[in-house]
C-alpha cells in the first residue's frame, strides 16, 4: 500500500494538484485520510488497487472554512439523452477510470 500512496502523492505532486503554504493567522488545517480500496476478480484475486484522499471536511465551519460547495453530477435526463442518441445512431459505449481524472478539470477559485 506504500507503494500506492506514493505513486498518487508523485501523481499529484507531478500535476501540480497542491502547493505547500503557511497557513493564515488563527487557523488550523483540516485533516484528511487516505483510503484505501481493493477491487477483486472473479477468482478472488486482486486486480485493481486504489487510493483516495479524503478531507475531514465535518470539521469545516460554514461561513469560516467555507461558503458554498458543489458536486459535479448529471442530469439522468442529459444520461438519458446520450443513450438514446447511442441507441439511434448505432454508437458503442465505452467504460473507462481515469487515474487522477479529477486533476485535469478546470478549476475556479473564488
Do not use: C
Not at 479524503?54 to 469545516?60: D, H, I, P, R, S
Not at 458503442?92 to 473564488?110: G, H, R, S
Amino acid at each position: 500500500m506504500n507503494t500506492l500512496r506514493n505513486t498518487t502523492v508523485k501523481g499529484h505532486t507531478k500535476k501540480g494538484v497542491w502547493d505547500v503554504v503557511d497557513l493564515p493567522p488563527r487557523k488550523k488545517a483540516i485533516k484528511s485520510r487516505l483510503i484505501f480500496k481493493l477491487k477483486l476478480g472473479k477468482d478472488n484475486q486482486p486486480v485493481l488497487y486504489k487510493v483516495r484522499l479524503v478531507a475531514k471536511g465535518f470539521q469545516q465551519l460554514w461561513g469560516v472554512d467555507y461558503v458554498d460547495s458543489f458536486s459535479a453530477t448529471a442530469h439522468q435526463s442529459a444520461i438519458r439523452m446520450v443513450l438514446v442518441l447511442v441507441a439511434q445512431k448505432g454508437w458503442y459505449t465505452n467504460n473507462t477510470d481515469i487515474q487522477l481524472a479529477f486533476v485535469n478539470a478546470p478549476i475556479e477559485e473564488t
